[in-house]
């Protein structure tokens, strides 16, 4: 079975922190997909990234950066220099590899509140 | 471009009515997927399209649900007779095909009096 666990349900900071968010996976396919979405307030999903089970390079887009750990089953998101346009729920989330079932298995998503 | 179009944006019914909610996928994506978002059960898959053919429909609640996709470019989610427990988020998604990335539209904010 696939699960995805962000222990963290709420985090406010001020502008400009650092803050990691929390992602930690379930499965038992050695092929696999993480993904991460923003849910701003305006309630639409955003896409941010896409990784593979194969792929364990950290990514760094901007301020966002994300540390992918197959040992410890991890999915970390970091956001540096925090703004008040980062508030939001993401959303980890789990997909099986080639051939198998395409949905998506999410996590309860963390609320993220950055104070000015 | 334009991304996933859902509509209506917003519905309120009464219990007993019949709910009709739409979905446009991204022009060239042959898969698409409903998922329905509440604050107990966050987001589940309901079903999903792979060229317009249903490939996965277990997380359909019950009888009272039924998804269609006549075309590429066209689905429906339809809820019939609707009760107070189908108030929720429904979004529509697709993608390239069933290994790619999954892009949501805005979502239908449901709510069942």
């Known amino acids: 079975a696939q699960k995805v666990t962000q222990a963290q349900t709420e985090i406010s900071v001020v502008e400009k922190e650092d803050v990691t968010l929390d992602c930690v996976y379930e499965?038992?396919?050695?092929?696999?997909?993480l993904f991460w979405y923003k849910q701003p307030p305006s309630g639409e999903l955003v896409f941010l990234i896409r990784?593979?089970?194969?792929?364990?390079q950290n990514e760094i887009s901007g301020r966002y950066s994300w540390n992918f750990q197959k040992s410890t089953s991890s999915f970390n998101f970091t956001i540096t220099a925090s703004q008040v346009v980062d508030s939001a729920v993401y959303f980890c989330a789990l997909r099986r590899g080639t051939g198998a079932n395409s949905k998506l298995t999410f996590g309860k998503g963390i609320t993220l509140s950055v104070r000015p | 471009d334009a991304g996933v179009i859902q509509s209506p944006r917003h519905e309120v019914t009464e219990m007993g009515q019949e709910v009709t909610l739409r979905c446009k996928p991204i022009?060239?994506?042959?898969?698409l997927f409903w998922y329905r978002q509440t604050m107990m059960r966050g987001l589940e898959l309901l079903i999903y399209f792979n060229n317009n053919v249903p490939i996965d429909d277990s997380g359909m609640p019950e009888d009272r649900f039924s998804a269609k996709m006549p075309n590429a470019s066209f689905s429906t989610l339809k809820i019939q007779p609707s009760e107070p427990r189908d108030s929720a988020v429904y979004f529509c998604?697709?993608?390239?095909?069933?290994?790619?990335?999954?892009?949501f539209g805005p979502g239908t904010r449901l709510l069942v009096l």
């Open positions: 022009s060239g994506h042959n898969s």
């Open positions: 990784r593979n089970s194969f792929d364990e």
């Open positions: 499965t038992r396919d050695t092929t696999y997909y």
């Open positions: 998604a697709s993608s390239l095909g069933r290994e790619e990335t999954q892009y």
